[in-house]
């Protein structure tokens, strides 16, 4: 057999171990794999034979006396270092401190004292003090040509003296002077580098100022009320220095979303029907309001100035049908009103909940707030409906 073979071979080469051969699987043929030149198993030499490395006694090593020493005797005792005298130290004569019941003492009584009323106090706790806007914004003014014409009484206007209403009527009597000269000749165009005075007195642009308003029941929209009623501006006084007025009406008894400014051109903007600005309304009535009356609301009703239709129409509650929420573009006086009391129904509360894009969120009924940056912009660029 082939292994029995193999072992007679090993045997007859005296310990010389040949290479066994691969064995051969039946039906399968291997072709011998080359591993190279290969080291002689002969010519390793034997264990014996091999070179060792000497002992560690025969090692050569250096005598301990044969390393360089510092002579002991060269380094001085320790009591012949040199010392440095204790009485030669600077000492502060003890006599000299004073005592403690001599030293200086500044009294009491003599002390500044701040008057307890001059201290500043803390302001009273407010809980809604998170949601507090009254700071006052810097706004970026608006980009313009400073060459570019403009109206004489829109420049009194924006600078806060009165309405352009009541500008045209002091152009009319020679109070305004325009670079020295007296202006009474009504549309008449200056620029804005131009010297205006109103009364021998500088007029200048103010900075813009955007207040929102939650109107309270019971005050009238408007800066002079001849019947010495209560008015919005009384909710805004100390808001700023600038003279700000409202935009729009709402009703004495309509509450909600009011803003005030002196920026003229973003009033014009916001009041005119032609930009269709979108106002939303909570209405509360005396009785249910019917799916067929809501439709004919929809659909368009016939007042004395006009036809009306509002852009939608939808209870505001699903339990209670006396609530309705109305959007409306229209700006024409009393007109929610006048539409639900020509269906017969009357309006109990009124509230505005949108105007323009601005909601009355986080402002208390009768508190104001300054519009944001961000806010004024978007008014600025139309970008609210």
């Known amino acids: 057999m082939e292994n029995e073979d193999w072992k007679k071979a090993f045997s007859e080469e005296g310990g010389k171990r040949p290479r066994r051969p691969r064995i051969q699987h039946s039906g399968v043929s291997h072709e011998p794999v080359s591993r190279g030149p ?71 009584g003599d002390r500044p004292q701040r008057p307890y009323g001059d201290r500043l106090q803390r302001k009273p706790y407010n809980p809604n003090a998170k949601y507090s806007f009254k700071k006052q914004i810097e706004y970026k003014e608006a980009h313009y040509d400073p060459n570019e014409p403009m109206r004489l009484n829109k420049f009194l206007a924006n600078a806060g003296i009165c309405s352009r209403r009541e500008a045209d009527e002091f152009i009319a009597a020679g109070v305004v002077k325009v670079n020295g000269e007296v202006v009474t000749e009504l549309g008449t165009k200056i620029k804005p580098t131009d010297e205006v005075r109103f009364h021998e007195d500088t007029v200048s642009i103010e900075k813009k100022v955007y207040v929102l308003l939650n109107k ?107 609530q309705v929420g109305i959007e409306i573009h229209s700006g024409r006086n009393r007109i929610v009103r006048r539409i639900f009391e020509h269906l017969g129904y009357k309006v109990l509360k009124l509230d505005r909940v949108y105007f323009a894009g601005l909601t009355k969120k986080l402002v208390k009924r009768g508190d104001w707030r300054f519009l944001t940056e961000k806010e004024v912009n978007m008014l600025r660029m139309g970008a609210f409906e």
């Open 216 to 322: 309270p029941k019971g005050y009238v929209t408007t800066v002079d009320d001849p019947q010495d009623r209560k008015t919005v501006m009384d909710l805004v006084k100390g808001a700023c220095r600038e003279r700000i007025y409202p935009v729009g009406r709402l009703d004495r008894n309509t509450t909600g979303v009011l803003l005030l400014t002196n920026d003229g051109e973003l009033a014009a903007k916001l009041t005119h029907p032609q930009y269709r600005k979108k106002k939303i309304y909570h209405v509360h009535l005396d009785r249910n309001v019917t799916a067929a009356d809501m439709r004919q609301i929809a659909d368009g009703i016939r007042l004395d100035d006009g036809e009306i239709h509002a852009d939608a129409v939808e209870y505001a509650s699903e339990t209670d049908k006396k």
């Open 38 to 108: 290969q080291r002689p198993y002969g010519d390793r030499p034997a264990y014996g034979e091999r070179p060792q490395r000497p002992a560690y006694g025969d090692r050569p090593h250096r005598a301990y006396g044969d390393r360089p020493q510092r002579p002991y005797g060269e380094r001085p005792a320790y009591g012949d270092r040199p010392q440095r005298p204790y009485g030669d130290r600077p000492q502060r004569p003890y006599g000299e401190r004073p005592a403690y019941g001599d030293r200086s003492q500044r009294p009491y």
